[in-house]
């Protein structure tokens, strides 16, 4: 029988993967296996039966979990992860974590929306207002020859409309979570420090769990470079592998290497056994979960009163490019 290919615009959205994984976590943990799961889901899901059903019976002709989780949607960083719980057999820890990071990205995202309603709802006044005074207004005053405040109009649009570029890819480079994605957002300006501590997480997270697997680190650096191509994952553990392979210090490339935190060298120092290493990586990164928390809630809370800012600027310049006409008017007079 042929099966509909899944395409883009079939992907799971963000609360759609949250309830896959919570569904195959909460069905691993009651004894049911992997493959029995994606089973039932076409019962269980009914909005997204068609797209099960072809889960299924991907995974029943042998093809990969790993590949089938890319075309739903998932990232190449979450992908990884699951791959490597899954070859480790701490599959369910590893979708607890997963869909935790989940639901905090999702409560933030409505929280962020809530901020944005009011300043979104001036913005459309705001616009409408504009076009009212360029139409009705700015046509009384077209002789006066002051053009100041079409010129900071001009300049506050094409402002808007190179942030909105600016977000657009910024959304994209957050959807796509691979190492090229998270390093350019390591760089953005407010963003960066926080992309930093999520990814500082999740690398503590696998090291950890490696750790208590009995991995040393070449071994690490080889399984992870075994990963799905371009994931955060893959490409440190080549980079890392070559350089140590190369007679490179660990401590140098710790120390260099902007994703890995500064606070595994301090770990690595006390000389533990890989057990004790393995549980000291994991506090570390509740530790950098806190942390991560603590700074998206602070971006959040911060949009609003920047929103407000931005637009009190706007409305200081069509005042200005409706008084200054006037103005130029009355002197001549």
């Not at 992908?79 to 990071?101: F, H, K, P, R, S």
């Not at 090229?180 to 696998?206: E, F, M, W």
Request: proline share 2%; with cysteine.
């Amino acid at each position: 029988m042929k099966r509909i290919v899944s395409t883009k615009r079939d992907n799971l959205k963000s609360d759609e993967q949250l309830e896959f994984l919570d569904y195959l976590k909460h069905s691993l943990s009651n004894g049911f296996s992997l493959n029995n799961s994606i089973e039932l889901m076409p019962v269980l899901w009914p909005k997204r039966k068609q797209m099960m059903e072809d889960l299924n019976y991907a995974m029943k002709s042998g093809a990969k979990f790993s590949q089938q989780l890319l075309k739903l949607g998932f990232s190449k960083t979450t992908v990884t992860q699951i791959n490597l719980a899954m070859q480790q057999g701490n599959l369910v820890e590893c979708l607890d974590q997963l869909a935790t990071l989940t639901r905090l990205k999702n409560e933030q995202i409505k929280k962020l929306k809530a901020e944005l309603s009011y300043p979104f709802v001036l913005a459309i006044m705001m616009v409408l207002l504009l076009a009212f005074m360029q139409t009705f207004i700015s046509a009384q005053f077209s002789d006066s020859g002051e053009h100041m405040g079409d010129v900071l109009l001009i300049g506050l649009i094409l402002f808007a409309l190179v942030f909105i570029y600016y977000f657009s890819r910024i959304l994209n480079l957050l959807a796509k979570q691979d190492y090229q994605a998270l390093k350019k957002l390591c760089h953005v300006p407010i963003l960066g420090s926080t992309i930093r501590i999520y990814v500082n997480y999740l690398l503590v997270y696998d090291i950890g769990m490696l750790l208590a697997s009995g991995f040393s680190l070449q071994k690490m650096c080889e399984y992870a470079s075994q990963q799905t191509k371009g994931s955060l994952q893959q490409v440190l553990g080549e980079k890392i592998g070559r350089k140590l392979a190369n007679g490179e210090n660990l401590n140098e490339i710790i120390e260099k290497e902007e994703f890995l935190p500064d606070t595994l060298l301090i770990l690595l120092k006390t000389g533990s056994k890989r057990k004790s290493l393995s549980s000291r990586c994991l506090i570390l990164g509740r530790s950098l979960f806190s942390e991560l928390t603590a700074k998206i809630e602070k971006l959040v809370v911060n949009v609003q009163p920047v929103c407000f800012v931005l637009i009190g600027i706007c409305i200081v310049a069509m005042y200005m490019k409706l008084l200054l006409p006037m103005y130029t008017m009355m002197q001549g007079i």
